[in-house]
C-alpha cells in the first residue's frame, strides 16, 4: 500500500456507485484507497505496526457481542499512534465512545450519538445483501433525519413528525421495509402526512435520505482530501 493510503470499513453505508466514485476521488487526490468490509472482532489489531501516514476510517461493523469491534481495540489501535475516524454506523458509535481518548467524529449521526440525544445501537441497526451490502431495511436514525427535515422544510408538523418516529419505532428493525413502514404510517398518521411521506419512499429516493450514507460519504471525501 502507498503511504497515503485511506483504509475504509465500510458495507451497507455505501451502494457500488459510490465506491467507484470514491476511487476516482482517491485518485485525484494520489491516495490509495483499500476498501475492507465491516469490522469485526480483531480487524483493527491487523492494522497495528503498518505505516503511520494511513488514514483509518470505520463507517460499517457487524453487531454481534461476539463480532463487534470493541472500545479495547480502538484503544490499542490509537495508542500505538494510528489515525482512527468514525462515522454512520459502527463508526459513529465508536467515535462518540471513544472520543476522548483520541477517536475522532464527523457526520450527523456521530453527533447525535455524541451530544445524547440518540443512545442506542439499535438505531443504526439494519439488513443488508451479504452478496453486495445493498441495504434491505430502514435503520431509525434514518428516519429520524427525513422527519426532522420535513419539520425544517414545514411538509410536517412536529406533532406528525413525533407520530411517525414512534410509528417506525415500533417496528422491529428486522421488518423495517420502506412498504411496511409505509403501511404502519398511512395506518396511524393524518392522510396528508402520510402522502408527504410516500413520496420519499418511492425506490429511487431512498438513497438521497440515508444518512448513513451521506455521512459515509463525506467521511471518506474528508479523509481523502486531508
Not at 459502527?90 to 440525544?117: H, K
Request: contains cysteine.
Amino acid at each position: 500500500m502507498s503511504a497515503s493510503t485511506v483504509t475504509v470499513f465500510t458495507g451497507p453505508s455505501l451502494r457500488p456507485a459510490d465506491l467507484t466514485h470514491l476511487h476516482r476521488l482517491a485518485e485525484d487526490h494520489d491516495r490509495a484507497l483499500d476498501l475492507r468490509p465491516p469490522v469485526r472482532r480483531h480487524d483493527l489489531a491487523s492494522l497495528i505496526g503498518t505505516e503511520s501516514t494511513r488514514k483509518i476510517v470505520m463507517l460499517d461493523g457487524e453487531f454481534g457481542q461476539s463480532l463487534a469491534v470493541s472500545v479495547t481495540e480502538v484503544r490499542a489501535l490509537l495508542f500505538a499512534g494510528h489515525r482512527l475516524t468514525g462515522a454512520s454506523s459502527m463508526g459513529a458509535l465508536r467515535a462518540a465512545e471513544c472520543r476522548t481518548i483520541g477517536m475522532t467524529g464527523s457526520g450527523w449521526v456521530y453527533e447525535r450519538y455524541a451530544n445524547g440525544s440518540i443512545e442506542s445501537d439499535g438505531e443504526v441497526a439494519l439488513l443488508y445483501d451479504p452478496e453486495d451490502y445493498t441495504p434491505v431495511t430502514i435503520p431509525l436514525v434514518n428516519v429520524r433525519w427525513l422527519l426532522a427535515e420535513r419539520v425544517r422544510d414545514e411538509d410536517l408538523s412536529a406533532e406528525e413528525a413525533r407520530t411517525a418516529l414512534e410509528i417506525a419505532r415500533s417496528v422491529n428493525f428486522r421488518a423495517r421495509r420502506h412498504p411496511v413502514l409505509l403501511k404502519q404510517w398511512r395506518r396511524g398518521l393524518p392522510e396528508g402526512a402520510a402522502t408527504v411521506l410516500e413520496e420519499h419512499l418511492a425506490d429511487e429516493r431512498l438513497d438521497d435520505w440515508d444518512r448513513k450514507r451521506l455521512d459515509a460519504l463525506e467521511a471518506v471525501r474528508a479523509a481523502l482530501a486531508s
